[in-house]
């Protein structure tokens, strides 16, 4: 995937979490453990979302990149956030599949998804 790619699902991915009330605290967000895509914030909750961006199935659906290993490195960058931030919030996972196909953008967001 190219990056140009990948920042417009990022944006579309924001664009989504503002429509529905959350505010974007990072986007990018890189430690010594890794790298979130977006850190997101609706009342007490804080999100970590990673994005997944396609523009065709041949590498199967964006969401099934997300692996066991690509997960725990996640939370290991949220551990870290959440320490570095000093916060004492409830937290969750999210993960956003884009689609692109065609030039028509969608995309479904799994809310609370590992």
């Known amino acids: 995937m190219n990056r140009a790619l990948g920042k417009k699902g990022e944006e579309l991915a ?9 505010t974007v605290r990072e986007s990018n967000y890189r430690c010594p453990f890794g790298e979130i895509d977006l850190v997101l914030q609706k009342g007490s909750t ?11 199935d041949s590498f199967g659906e964006p969401w099934e990149a997300v692996t066991e290993i690509k997960q725990e490195r996640i939370r290991r960058v949220a551990a870290w956030y959440v ?3 000093n916060l004492h919030l409830t937290y969750r996972f999210d993960v956003f599949a884009v689609y692109s196909w065609g030039g028509n953008w969608k995309y479904r967001w799994y809310k609370d998804a590992f």
């Open 14 to 22: 924001m664009a989504a979490a503002r429509a529905e009330g959350y």
């Open 46 to 56: 804080v999100v970590f979302a990673e994005v997944k961006t396609r523009k065709d």
């Open 83 to 85: 320490q570095q931030h």
